[in-house]
RNA sequence: GGGCGUUUAGCUCAGUUGGUUAGAGCGCUUCCUUCACACGGAAGAGGCCACAGGUUCGAGUCCUGUAACGCCCACCA
């Protein structure tokens, strides 16, 4: 039972991971009778780098799937990979330089395949190396056959219950991806434009204003609005228009949608020019008059600009329209003032097209949709109000077909007259393009049309429950459902989160799970930049982390080398759920200090450790033992509320508060003494402390392991691992302290010592003093009832005082406090007196009132409950004085031998006269100590002595 | 314009159901080589808890309002 000096963390992670890996103890059990508790795991899109992002939120994940593990759940924590659908078409055109418009679609979808299996192993990598515990033998991917019949399984049933629609209207459309796409995958952006004011003209020559920003959508355009109550303009209303340059005419109509304060007050209606136009288009039973072709081509309408793109065409016919007087006028919009509807995925600006799609029914269901969110819990709880607001603001059912082709085909088939012909479950996954209907409901299979469009990929990442318990499969898992949580960020719940409960509830009529889990995003910290000031600005703001700025300063490969995998882990769950978190290497190199302290605490326990066998019956422990136990079991209910709650930020914090002040700066300093003793009579009060020690340090390292697997593994399997049994600690059940040790006595008594030991310390470390330097009597006066739990620690006292003698008294009076400088060098004294009378004048009377001792003592500002007086060895001092004159001396006698201060040396000579050599001689361990070397000599003949010059006589050399 | 969130030490953040004297880590100051650990320890400096009202014996915590910042949505002629 023992562990080596140093930690070689990159070693055991690899080597415990493999352990972990080889043994299969993440293997979820179907079998199982635990109770379940199964994980809707987010598959990562893969479309290029691994993000710091993806460590921070899988991370937490993580955390809980080995909690619930560790609690004895039969956890399911799978994983999978979101690579079907445009992102990896986008991904695999950019990385070979290749349109899929331009090749057999085959081709093309094999290429997609290569590069996502290629960035899947990169994935896949990442996560292992941060210990992640999925079940990696089971990992699923959105484009495999499974999952495409699962996914054309889901479109069959809404098909069949009428929750889906194919229909022609006009949708949100791609002009550079070519396709159509659903109103979550829109992003605003930023961009300046040209507000452009030219005139119309009514038949009979009256001009008629109207502003634009998109005068290319003139020769689309296909009426003009005035508000019914616009008093300046409402007499055009009913009379035609000609538009300018195109020639075309259209009829001026009124609506109130026409807001007389914006531009002119009279609006153009174009095929789309946005969504207020499709809303005209309906109402007013408009033409359909699209000047652009798909590819984001102007067509044949627009005359002599035939052929040009979109952009290129409204700068020729604004600089036609300028040329023919036709523009009066021209403002600039500013970029931070205008908004332009994006397609999230390219950045391409929205179009709109009147295109025949399919959707999923959302609009109707939203009430429905509303209950069912509020039937799953969020958190955090706020994250659920987001949930709702998107549902209420839904204006567009869920456009689901694309025009693309690596994704999943939709299975059906149309006959010449339109009638939808589905296939059949048993012949999934279907490729209508090569596959016929299995019932071709007595059309000739010759004649029916294949759909070649394919599902977008949210139809199938929405699927991820069902994927998960395998929806129809033969391995089929119908009681994981609902299942327990689903882990995401904030900013998919109107997509990811939405999507599926929409799912669940047309395909179940339940929720997808239980517990929705929303985790922030990582951002960079504000940072001080000094070279910035020149433009008043001496912070850079907390902000987005940036690819082409940063570089791969936030690369996770780069800092799992640097930092090791647990100080990651530990610095990811370092935010509160759901908030952001800036990002700070700093922290992560805090979290890599823990880890050294773990280890070291761990060696110490270990050393003391060597043959105890807790099993062997429990000693009789003493208080501080109790004291420790106790605040150990509030640590462990605080840990395991917090879990409840999926928050591993407080359940953490707890723990390492416990872990480091408590327990190593104080409960070990405080068994040392019963530890090291060598009395017989203090054998059983070791015992005890050994015992409490095995406890606690396995204790401890359970409550760890979710966040620290490797570190906790290693010191597990070196430790405990043989008198446990447990194969590894990752499936040992957390420690539980017997109530029977619960004693709000001995908490009592603990703080009241570490009262004590804080007044003691602060005397020391005020004075200068070392604190291993011995005191001579301690005094300590308190009430009645505070001195009798004090002497339930009495020997802890001493000890770690290092005290020679301890005496309780019982409070009687209030002190006066004088403070002054002691002569000869000693330090700053205070001095209490029990009444104003007989108090001492000044500092010098106090020493005259000692004999052998200066009284020092201090008491507690805090409670008042404690006064303690501290005499001090006056040799002790005396000697501590000598070595810290003598310090600076030796460092100078040891440049001599080219040594720094910090250096070792063979012999350090002391000259001294009588008096102080008697001081110095009975504990040359101090001198020894200053100097670092191997051993003192006293007044050794025949050296050549660096002379002191505060003390006649005295003087050093040293020897190398 | 609407909704949500945030605002606590120089920085990053905790702060349980309102309860004595508001905490941690990093950074800063002084000291201490002590037999687990200097990647350590001790002691300290540093806060009008954004602002203004209110409820209460008592407010960082509850209510109202204001401001700044962030996110989401809407607006886009």
Not at 114 to 130: E, G, N, P, V
Not at 496 to 525: C, L, N
Not at 694 to 715: D, M, V
């Amino acid at each position: 039972m023992n562990l080596p000096a140093n930690y070689e963390r990159a070693a055991a992670e690899a080597k415990w991971q493999k352990f972990w890996d080889d043994s299969k103890i993440y293997k979820f059990d179907p079998a199982s009778k635990a109770e379940p508790f199964t994980i809707d795991t987010p598959p990562p899109t893969v479309s290029g780098k691994l993000h710091i992002g993806h460590v921070f939120s899988y991370t937490q994940t993580e955390i809980i799937a080995r909690y619930q593990r560790q609690l004895g759940k039969n956890v399911l924590y799978p994983f999978g990979f979101d690579d079907n659908g445009l992102p990896t078409e986008i991904l695999t055109e950019k990385e070979t330089g290749k349109k899929g418009a331009e090749m057999p679609r085959e081709e093309f979808v094999q290429l997609c395949e290569a590069t996502s299996a290629k960035y899947r192993t990169q994935f896949r990598d990442l996560w292992m190396s941060l210990g992640f515990s999925c079940a990696w033998d089971n990992v699923y991917s959105t484009i495999s056959k499974s999952s495409q019949r699962i996914s054309q399984r889901s479109f069959l049933d809404l098909l069949k219950k009428d929750k889906v629609d194919y229909r022609s209207m006009p949708t949100l459309w791609c002009v550079k991806c070519q396709t159509s796409f659903a109103q979550a995958e829109v992003d605003d952006v930023n961009k300046g434009t040209i507000f452009n004011y030219l005139n119309f003209s009514t038949t009979d020559g009256t001009l008629i204003p109207i502003a634009t920003t998109r005068p290319e959508l003139l020769p689309a355009c296909v009426a003009m609005f005035i508000h019914p109550e616009n008093a300046k303009y409402k007499h055009l209303i009913g009379q035609k228009a000609v538009v300018p340059l195109f020639g075309h005419q259209v009829t001026i109509l009124a609506d109130e949608k026409a807001d007389p304060e914006k531009g002119t007050g009279i609006v153009m209606c174009c095929t789309f020019g946005d969504v207020t136009d499709i809303e005209w288009f309906r109402k007013h039973k408009l033409p359909n008059r699209l000047a652009f072709t798909r590819d984001g081509k102007m067509n044949e309408l627009a005359g002599e600009f035939a052929g040009l793109g979109i952009e290129e065409a409204r700068k020729v016919i604004i600089a036609k329209l300028l040329e023919a007087g036709l523009i009066f006028r021209q403002e600039e919009i500013s970029a931070e003032k205008r908004v332009v509807n994006t397609h999230e995925r390219c950045g391409t600006p929205v179009e709109y097209l009147d295109t025949k799609q399919w959707f999923i029914k959302v609009v109707d269901a939203k009430e429905d949709l509303i209950k069912q969110g509020e039937k799953v819990n969020w958190f955090p709880s706020y994250m659920g109000k987001r949930y709702r607001d998107w549902v209420d603001n839904l204006g567009w059912d869920w456009a689901i077909s694309r025009q693309r082709y690596f994704g999943v085909p939709i299975p059906v088939w149309y006959a010449p007259d339109g009638t939808i012909i589905p296939a059949d479950d048993s012949q999934l996954p279907v490729n209508p393009l090569v596959d016929k209907p299995l019932d071709c409901k007595g059309y000739d299979p010759a004649t029916l049309i294949p759909e070649k469009d394919v599902l977008d990929t949210w139809a199938t990442s929405s699927i991820t429950p069902e994927l998960n318990w395998r929806w129809g499969e033969k391995d089929e898992m119908p009681q994981l459902r609902p299942m327990s949580m689903r882990p995401q960020a904030h900013d998919i719940i109107r997509t990811w989160a939405f999507y599926t409960i929409v799912k669940s509830w047309f395909h179940h009529g339940d929720i997808p799970w239980k517990d929705a889990v929303i985790s922030g995003h990582v951002i960079k910290k504000e940072v001080k930049v000094e070279t910035q000031k020149v433009e008043g600005q001496a912070f850079e703001r907390k902000s987005k982390i940036s690819k082409s700025k940063d570089g791969d300063k936030f690369s996770p490969l780069r800092l799992i080398e640097e930092f090791g995998a647990d100080a990651i882990r530990y610095w990811a769950t370092s935010g509160t759920l759901g908030s952001d978190i800036a990002f700070d290497e700093d922290e992560i190199e805090g979290s890599s200090k823990l880890l050294t302290k773990l280890w070291n605490s761990a060696k110490f326990a270990a050393g003391f450790l060597q043959g105890f066998d807790p099993k062997a019956g429990r000693p009789k422990l003493e208080a501080v033992d109790l004291w420790a136990l106790t605040k150990f079991d509030a640590v462990i209910k605080n840990y395991h509320a917090a879990f409840a709650k999926h928050e591993f930020f407080p359940a953490r914090n707890g723990l390492e508060q416990f872990f480091w002040s408590d327990y190593c700066d104080n409960y070990i300093e405080l068994v040392k003494d019963r530890l090291y003793s060598t009395d017989p009579a203090d054998a059983e009060r070791a015992r005890a402390a050994k015992w409490t020690l095995y406890f606690l340090t396995l204790g401890q390292l359970k409550l760890f392991a979710p966040y620290l697997p490797h570190i906790t593994e290693e010191i597990y399997q070196g430790l405990f691992a043989e008198l446990e049994g447990d194969k590894s600690i990752h499936i040992s059940k957390f420690p539980v302290v017997e109530s029977s040790l619960v004693s709000a006595d001995a908490a009592k008594a603990g703080e009241l010592l570490l009262e004590v030991v804080t007044l003691v310390r602060g005397y020391k470390s005020r004075n200068n003093y070392s604190m291993k330097l011995a005191i001579d009597k301690l005094t300590l006066e308190a009430d009645e009832d505070v001195l009798t739990d004090l002497k339930l620690v009495e020997k802890d006292v001493l000890g770690i005082c290092k005290a020679n003698a301890l005496i309780f008294s019982v409070k009687k009076t209030e002190f006066i406090r004088i403070s002054g400088t002691m002569p000869a060098g000693i330090g700053n004294v205070t001095v209490l007196a029990e009444n104003p009378t007989t108090a001492p004048s000044s500092i010098d009377n106090v020493v005259a009132l000692t004999d052998n001792h200066i009284i020092a003592p201090a008491f507690t500002e805090k409670t008042e409950r404690i006064a303690l007086a501290i005499e001090m060895d006056k040799a002790a001092l005396l000697r501590n004085e000598v070595v810290s004159e003598l310090k600076p001396l030796i460092n100078e006698a040891k440049k001599a031998f080219n040594l720094k201060a910090k250096d070792a040396c063979k012999v350090l000579y002391v000259q001294a006269p009588v008096d102080l050599l008697k001081v110095l001689e009975t504990e040359p361990g101090q001198l020894e100590a200053a100097a670092r070397s191997e051993k003192v000599v006293f007044n050794a003949e025949g050296k050549t002595y660096l002379p002191l010059a505060s003390r006649p006589g005295m003087g050093v050399a040293v020897e190398n």
